[in-house]
């Protein structure tokens, strides 16, 4: 029970420390989450939601970024924009197949 204790205050604590941050981790786990279940059952709509995700938190990051900048700034930056690329090219792959 301690440990569910420990793990539930350190969640508490991440979401009131940075929340910007701690949505965009959320974002991106459910996007994970998404694109592992995508490629279990070939079903598209959880590819699409996979994909939003992914753009969603890379443009907040970018924005963010730029709003705020923190001490890896660059590295921040080339991430979430990669991220935006793959995922743009993947709906472009999933338009072509449409």
Same mark, same amino acid.
């Given at each position: 029970? &301690?440990?569910?204790? %420990?793990?539930?205050? $350190? %969640? @508490?604590?991440?979401?009131? !420390?940075?929340?910007? &941050? =701690?949505? /965009?981790?959320?974002?991106?786990?459910? *996007?994970?989450?998404?694109? @592992?279940? *995508? #490629?279990?059952?070939?079903? &598209?709509? !959880?590819?699409?939601?996979?994909?939003?995700?992914?753009?969603?938190? $890379? @443009?907040?990051?970018?924005?963010? /970024? *730029? @709003? *705020?900048? $923190?001490?890896?700034?660059?590295? #921040?930056? +080339? #991430?979430?924009? +990669?991220?935006?690329?793959? $995922?743009? !090219?993947? =709906?472009?792959?999933?338009?072509? #197949? +449409?």
């Amino acid at each position: 029970m &301690r440990l569910w204790n %420990f793990w539930l205050n $350190s %969640f @508490i604590l991440a979401s009131q !420390y940075n929340p910007p &941050r =701690f949505v /965009e981790l959320l974002m991106l786990t459910l *996007a994970i989450a998404m694109l @592992i279940v *995508a #490629t279990i059952l070939p079903d &598209r709509p !959880y590819l699409v939601l996979g994909l939003s995700l992914v753009v969603g938190a $890379s @443009i907040s990051i970018i924005v963010r /970024e *730029a @709003i *705020a900048p $923190s001490p890896q700034t660059r590295i #921040t930056q +080339l #991430t979430a924009l +990669l991220l935006l690329l793959i $995922s743009v !090219y993947g =709906f472009a792959d999933l338009l072509q #197949t +449409l």
